[in-house]
């Protein structure tokens, strides 16, 4: 399986970017799997900010994130992507796509076990 994340960068803050990522390789249909995207700051742990279900495409963010970040996926493209809007340097950190079926998948939780990209450096500058 292959994730691999793009988008990054370095913005000011109060601006906004844009990550995608293109997943590939999985065993079932790309519709069977949540997708989500979580971020991790230096010296801090993984945390998740935005997941989303297939079928139904409920979506559950971090508070910290909340009406800020928006998620979505294009299930032909393979795809999900991060629109994160009114960033702030709190949000620096480095981003990762991750995906799994969806009864293992959780925001709560970042398991070895998810398929992960590499990540995508996102930095604001104040």
């Known amino acids: 399986v292959q994730v691999e994340e793009s988008g990054g960068g370095v913005v000011q803050a109060g601006g906004s970017l844009r990550l995608s990522c293109k997943i590939s390789?999985?065993?079932?249909?790309?519709?069977?799997?949540?997708v989500g995207w979580f971020r991790q700051a230096p010296g801090k742990k993984r945390e998740g900010i935005s997941v989303m279900k297939p079928g139904t495409n409920q979506k559950e963010y971090a508070d910290s994130v909340k009406g800020r970040f928006t998620i979505s996926r294009d299930n032909s493209g393979n795809m999900t992507a991060l629109q994160m809007n009114k960033l702030e340097s709190e949000d620096t950190a480095m981003y990762y796509c991750?995906?799994?079926?969806?009864?293992?998948?959780?925001?709560?939780?970042?398991?070895?076990?998810?398929?992960w990209g590499q990540g995508t450096q996102v930095t604001v500058s104040s």
């Open positions: 991750a995906a799994d079926v969806p009864n293992a998948f959780s925001i709560t939780h970042a398991l070895d076990s998810y398929y």
């Open positions: 390789g999985l065993r079932l249909s790309f519709t069977e799997y949540a």
